[in-house]
């Protein structure tokens, strides 16, 4: 039996931003520079985000009873948080929808995947949603601190994913807490075989999922074969390179004793803050159960 230490910041407050995207005017088709592979991969990743995070939220959920009062109170910020993003996610999609993109090949691979994942226990889907947590934060983190990533994009979608980018930093440690109060009784291997276990499975079809997605959108715009490959190839791995850059990041979650929290990544919330102080406000919101 293993002790339970929650190493995420005592003072961190996760504190969700109702703010609402895109319902004034249409999204271009090609919104993010006009470039036709960057376009679908952010779009094939929004594509998850509505089913994702609803799964996130009963995974987590299903364990929320007798959790320390702190975690508890987190627990309900990131549920608010995350069914705000499937409302705006679901809102941009219908946008891309409405752009002429066919999205019905991609919610049904993702709806694949989680029936998979729900036929087996509880504490696999916790552990999937905590690995996709992983993604997730590590991938705001890149695009918070890395401008290149949303460079040329329509102004108000890029300010769509750095809004859910914060939000995702924000409650990085949510699901990863939960899990450790959930499996306190077992001990680290068995904690670490089980979450390796899962995180290999959930990169491999990430990656696989994610690049067939945007692919498939590129057909859509007309671009097919070995061009699209290379094209999207080059843009996750090479230039921007998302992929690549958060490479290191994603293997920390093999180490003994990793905790999200591990980095901490407050300052790039900071920088947000100030900067959204120069344009729409935020509004605090009322958390959810
Ligand atoms: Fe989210
Ligand atoms: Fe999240």
Do not use: C
């Not at 230490?5 to 520079?33: C, E, K, Q, V, Y």
């Not at 036709?36 to 009873?65: H, Q």
């Not at 069914?83 to 709806?111: P, T």
């Amino acid at each position: 039996m293993t002790t339970t230490t929650l190493p995420t910041p005592a003072n961190l407050s996760i504190t969700p931003r109702d703010r609402r995207f895109g319902r004034d005017a249409a999204t271009p088709r090609l919104w993010h520079g006009g470039r036709v592979e960057a376009t679908a991969i952010y779009n094939a990743l929004s594509t998850t985000f509505p089913k994702g995070e609803a799964f996130f939220v009963e995974s987590v959920r299903a364990f929320r009873d007798g959790a320390p009062p702190k975690l508890a109170e987190e627990i309900k910020g990131f549920t608010t948080q995350e069914a705000i993003h499937s409302r705006e996610h679901d809102a941009f999609n219908k946008r891309a929808a409405e752009a002429g993109y066919n999205l019905s090949k991609l919610e049904a691979q993702v709806e694949k995947r989680l029936a998979v994942t729900r036929g087996k226990p509880p504490v696999v889907s916790l552990a999937a949603t905590m690995a996709l947590e992983h993604f997730t934060a590590i991938l705001a983190h890149q695009l918070l601190a890395n401008p290149r990533h949303l460079e040329g994009a329509d102004r108000e979608t890029a300010d769509l994913w750095r809004w859910h980018a914060v939000e995702e930093i924000e409650h990085k440690g949510v699901a990863y807490d939960t899990w450790l109060h959930a499996t306190r009784t077992w001990t680290r291997w068995k904690r670490w075989k089980l979450k390796t276990r899962v995180m290999l499975y959930v990169t491999r079809n990430f990656v696989v999922d994610r690049t067939g997605g945007a692919l498939e959108l590129m057909r859509q715009d007309g671009v097919t074969g070995l061009r699209a490959w290379a094209k999207l190839l080059w843009y996750l791995w090479i230039e921007p390179g998302m992929f690549r850059k958060i490479a290191g990041a994603w293997v920390r979650y093999f180490l003994p004793g990793f905790h999200p929290w591990d980095v901490d990544d407050r300052h790039l919330l900071a920088a947000y803050s100030s900067r959204a102080r120069d344009g729409e406000p935020k509004r605090k919101v009322r958390r959810s159960v």
